[in-house]
């Protein structure tokens, strides 16, 4: 089956007074029909300018580069706008990490939900209604058609993440992108928002692309998963993969901090690896983890290799395997 | 919607009402009334006849009431110098400020907000530096030097355009683009610090992924959100355009209510300034009212406050 989007030597490049600041650094991924994959990563590792580059959202100043970044065969880098502009909405659709902001104050939202559809599907007004109401409903909405004429401001954020979410079914997308949809929300909104995710994914039969800082995400709705760190990719594989045979240090590392019921305590969050992440500006020489890793060596100062063990599987160290999961045995019974 | 404009009118009738006292009390601040009205060379006994003829002798209450209860009727008493009722004074002269105040801010809109939006819209191009030209110049030309300007070019020079009196509508294009253009760099920076705020936000992005187009963007998301605090603005300088245009009035000869209200200071003329001023801070209130009103429906927000 062909993929609905793969991507390989993806990199992004903003221009600030310090120079380049390389933040995404060549990543490659894919994503097929009905497939979920979490990309997972702490705060400023490019986790969301990789997802506004498929979108085609970067800021004006952000220079993208990619080998290939294909979406349904179709070339997206060569797209102009227009062409893209078609597309986004439609066929690939986005929730943000900012359920607070991101619907305009001044239009209700019904309005803001039915202008996709009335945009993209040339619809009557009264068919993009009923699909709004339709999704209000399946997203967990109440009184969907008389939510319709509120305005965002009378929604908590929980309902407003929900009908980003409709907003983002309105035209069946065969692509979602959403942005660490919850991080805003309370822990109890939480699950349910990421559970009616799962859940709209399997319906609608789309490609889900998942940003999150939370592994106990990823192990309950990821296939496939990919790591990053600073602007990289450190390891790729499927969930099962992942959780079994953690083979980078920093993915171990965060494997380790996954709170345990009764045992870590309420709050602490993924990230809890000490340590700071490298500037992004300019080059970075060796392994970017190396300020952090446990089991650095000379090597790592100058070589940063990444191994396919199979397609769809692989990690960046200078280790090998049985080094890697050796390291992981050390780690887990620290 | 309902309880914010009844609010908004209960506050707009209580401001009526402190405006017209201290309107009212001009007539005790600026001097006493009796001895201005009988003029420099009377005597004590005349100036006290004058008092009680008037009533000034009265209980000063007593006089604010009588006096506001002829001011609603449009009763605004009779004029010392012109010897005249008051509202007919006002009822000449009204009309060509307000001919002129609405042309100017119509202008200055116009000329402004598209400036304002397309400055934003690429900010430090060409055309924002233009656009910021623009106010520059506009911020630091005194207002009489361009119509001195305009006058000399247009009147004199070209001879295309009248340039004093107030007969036809051509009478009021230079003043027109006077006044305006004084109202225009504030409306036009605001329009586009709003605009560039607005289209960084996270609702703009959400209407980018959507798909929408260019214009639905920029008109249908972004202005309405970047227009509210320009809304304020306008009707604060619209307001005073009315009765702060006695320069541009002077040099073109258009004898608007301003213009009277200065020439009646002069001459101590107080029944109309007291009215002028009265009409005016009215006007002033009504035109804040009208822009809360606008502002609550572009931003439903307002409405509950
Ligand atoms: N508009 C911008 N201008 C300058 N730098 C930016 C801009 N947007 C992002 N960056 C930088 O690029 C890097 C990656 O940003 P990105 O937003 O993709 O991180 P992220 O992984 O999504 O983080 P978070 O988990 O906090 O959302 C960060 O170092 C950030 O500071
Ligand atoms: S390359 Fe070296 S520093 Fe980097 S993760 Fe592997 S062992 Fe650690
Ligand atoms: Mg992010």
Same mark, same amino acid.
């Given at each position: 089956m062909s993929a609905v989007l793969e991507i390989s030597g993806l990199t992004v490049d903003i221009p600030v007074a310090a120079g380049d600041?390389?933040?995404?650094?060549g990543i490659d991924f894919s994503v097929d029909k009905g497939e979920t994959l979490c990309i997972v990563g702490e705060s400023g590792c490019g986790k969301s300018l990789t997802s506004l580059s498929i979108m085609g959202l970067?800021?004006?100043r952000a220079k993208i580069n990619a080998d290939k970044m294909q979406f349904t065969g179709t070339d997206l880098l060569s797209l102009k706008e227009r062409e893209l502009a078609a597309i986004r909405g439609n066929r690939m659709a986005m929730i943000f990490q900012e359920p607070m902001t991101?619907?305009?104050?001044?239009?209700?939202i019904g309005n803001q939900l039915m202008e996709p559809y009335l945009r993209?599907?040339?619809?009557s007004d009264k068919e993009a209604r009923e699909r709004a109401i339709y999704l209000l409903e399946r997203v967990g909405i109440t009184a969907a058609a008389s939510r319709?004429?509120?305005?965002?401001?009378?929604?908590?954020g929980g309902l407003r993440q929900r009908v980003m979410i409709a907003m983002a079914l309105m035209c069946d997308p065969e692509l979602i992108i959403a942005d660490e949809?919850?991080?805003?929300? *309370?822990v109890t909104i939480q699950a349910q928002i990421l559970h009616l995710l799962a859940e709209l994914r399997n319906e609608f039969n789309s490609a889900l692309i998942l940003i999150t800082h939370d592994l106990g995400v990823v192990a309950r709705v990821a296939d496939k998963v990919a790591v990053m760190y600073a602007g990289k990719i450190v390891e790729a594989g499927t969930v099962e993969e992942i959780f079994n045979q953690p083979l980078h240090p920093y993915t171990q590392g965060l494997i380790n901090c996954i709170p345990v019921p009764g045992k870590t305590a309420r709050?602490?969050?993924?990230?809890?690896?000490?340590g700071i992440v490298p500037t992004l500006i300019g080059d970075i020489k060796g392994c970017s983890f190396r300020n952090r890793c446990?089991?650095?060596? *000379?090597?790592c100062d100058t070589n940063d290799p990444f191994h396919t063990l199979n397609p769809g599987r692989g990690y960046r160290c200078t280790l090998d395997v049985p080094a890697c999961e050796a390291n992981a045995k050390e780690l887990a019974s620290a | 919607m309902l309880v914010y404009t009844l609010k908004r009118l209960f506050l707009a009738f209580l401001v009526a009402l402190t405006v017209s006292a201290i309107t009212f009390s001009l007539t005790y601040l600026a001097s006493d009334p009796a001895t201005a009205m009988a003029g420099?060379?009377?005597?004590d006994a005349d100036i006290e006849y004058i008092r009680t003829l008037y009533g000034f002798d009265r209980p000063i209450t007593v006089q604010y009431l009588e006096w506001a209860g002829r001011a609603i009727q449009g009763? !605004?008493?009779?004029?010392?110098? !012109?010897?005249?009722?008051v509202s007919t004074l006002l009822f000449e002269r009204l009309p060509v400020s307000m001919i002129l105040g609405v042309c100017a801010i119509s202008f200055a809109i116009i000329l402004s907000i598209p400036l304002g939006v397309l400055a934003a819209i690429r900010p430090n191009s060409f055309l924002d530096r233009m656009a910021l030209g623009i106010s520059v110049v506009g911020q630091a030309m005194p207002s009489f030097w361009l119509a001195l300007l305009l006058i000399l070019i247009f009147?004199?020079?070209?001879?295309?355009?009248?340039?004093?009196?107030?007969?036809?509508?051509?009478?009021f294009i230079l003043p027109t683009i006077v006044l305006g253009y004084y109202a225009t760099p504030a409306i036009m920076r605001l329009t586009r610090t709003g605009m560039l705020e607005v289209l960084g936000s996270d609702y703009i992005r959400t209407a980018r992924a959507k798909g929408l187009s260019l214009p639905v963007i920029l008109f249908k998301h972004a202005l309405r959100n970047a227009v509210i605090p320009v809304v304020s603005l306008a009707a604060v300088q619209f307001g005073f355009m009315l009765g702060g245009s006695i320069v541009i009035e002077s040099i073109f000869a258009l004898h608007g209510a301003g213009y009277l209200a200065w020439e009646s200071i002069g001459r101590n003329d107080l029944p109309v300034v007291q009215a002028v001023v009265l009409v005016f801070s009215l006007f002033y209130i009504v035109l804040t009212f009208l822009s809360d009103l606008l502002n609550a429906w572009l931003d439903p927000r307002i409405r509950v406050g």
């Open positions: 600041l390389h933040a995404v650094r970067l800021p004006k991101s619907l305009n104050p001044a239009y209700t993209h599907k040339k619809s319709l004429s509120q305005y965002p401001h009378q929604l908590s949809p919850t991080t805003a929300l *309370d709050g602490s969050r993924l990230g809890s690896i000490p446990g089991f650095a060596h *000379d090597a | 420099e060379t009377a005597s009763d !605004f008493g009779e004029s010392f110098y !012109f010897k005249l009722p009147g004199v020079n070209l001879n295309l355009l009248p340039i004093t009196g107030s007969e036809t509508w051509k009478h």
